[in-house]
């Protein structure tokens, strides 16, 4: 048997949802990943989330008990720096909107970051480019300066832009939002650096050491983990531990599909079956199987409720994709989630 795991050389895996949920480590995430790195494979961490500086990320980890360096970490706004810095003199003035993520990641690039309150001032030149990351106490200031700016012929990268943003007491607008705010007012968008997009998986690549065929991208959100993978060229692993859930794996778009599904990080290290499909064109059917679990869709869909929820979790996702790519229509869809994790521990 070969596990998924061993297919690979390197792993960029997703923090929120899928190692962590808040600030408590999700079951089984930190011995599966602690065993890919033992086993050999390179593992990296990846965060659309550019407020936190890497070493507050690694702390976070570390106090988890995952087995990581600070290096290990990379974030979005460390890959809006570098690309800043591949296209701006060394030195020069950006202006930094969002945590204290994204100064640190442009004073790291050999940039100059300031802020809006610099600019109002009159303490600060005109600055070549704007990198607009997500921060809690961003304000309208902020907003209003970075939209000057690239009126005035600024470069300007964002670093994601998440509508939204999980935090403690409920869902709350993320940098997509504030970014939307911004090109509202100017007219024109960002370049994008951060997951859909393939920059922050190709700087994850790089100090890999790897090519993205090479490459597993692991995550819980199929918008931006797995659609930035399928951007990047690399395999995906979608974990049903963090936002999305079955039903929006089969409702999602072909480039945000994953190569491989699984109930969590255990099934790294756990031969990626794949499930079978075949078709009764007669009846308007499919039937999915994968080891014990089998999924019928036709004018209903029919749950067998034997074998593994990452059985039960491939069964689903194949029968849905295939009766979809056939041109038919899905029927009600029942509480799948449930199903799929019942009798679990």
């Known amino acids: 048997m070969t596990s998924l795991v061993e297919r690979y050389r390197g792993i960029v895996c997703d923090l929120d949802g899928v190692v962590y949920s808040g600030h408590d480590a999700l079951p089984h995430a930190v011995d599966a990943l602690n065993a890919a790195r033992a086993g050999g494979r390179g593992l990296v961490f990846a965060t659309n989330n550019a407020s936190r500086p890497p070493e507050e990320v690694h702390r976070h980890l570390s106090e988890l008990g995952v087995d990581l360096r600070a290096e290990d970490v990379v974030t979005s706004s460390m890959a809006g720096a570098q690309r800043l810095a591949e296209v701006l003199d060394e030195g020069a003035v950006v202006l930094a909107v969002g945590g204290p993520g994204v100064p640190l990641s442009l004073e790291r690039a050999g940039l ?3 802020t809006s309150a610099d600019l109002a001032a009159g303490e600060s030149p005109a600055p070549a480019a704007v990198l607009q990351g997500y921060g809690r106490d961003v304000a309208w200031t902020d907003l209003a300066e970075a ?6 012929g600024a470069r300007w990268v964002a670093t994601n832009t998440d509508l939204t943003i999980p935090t403690a007491r409920g ?6 939002t504030l970014v939307g705010a911004v090109g509202h007012a100017v007219g024109v968008d960002p370049e994008v650096v951060g997951k859909p997009h ?4 190709l700087l994850c690549a790089e100090l890999l050491g790897c090519e993205a065929g090479e490459t597993l991208a692991i995550g819980d959100r199929l918008d931006t983990d797995i659609k930035g993978a399928t951007a990047t060229g690399m395999d995906s692993l979608f974990v049903l531990t963090g936002v999305h859930g079955a039903h929006d794996v089969v409702l999602a778009p072909a480039d945000a599909r994953p190569t491989h599904v699984a109930r969590d990080l255990r099934d790294l290290h756990e031969d990626p079956t794949p499930a079978h499909v075949t078709h009764d064109d007669a009846a308007g059917e499919t039937v999915a199987t994968c080891g014990d679990a089998r999924v019928r869709i036709g004018t209903s869909i029919d749950l067998d409720g034997a074998g593994s929820a990452t059985e039960r979790l491939r069964a689903v996702a194949a029968a849905g994709h295939a009766h979809l790519d056939a041109g038919r229509e899905l029927p009600a869809w029942p509480d799948v989630d449930a199903w799929i994790h019942e009798g679990e521990t």
Do not use: E, F, M, S
Request: no cysteine.
């Open 171 to 176: 869902i709350a607008p993320g940098n997509g």
């Open 198 to 201: 393939p920059p922050l998986y």
């Open 147 to 152: 939209a000057h700016a690239v009126a005035g």
């Open 112 to 114: 100059r970051p300031v």
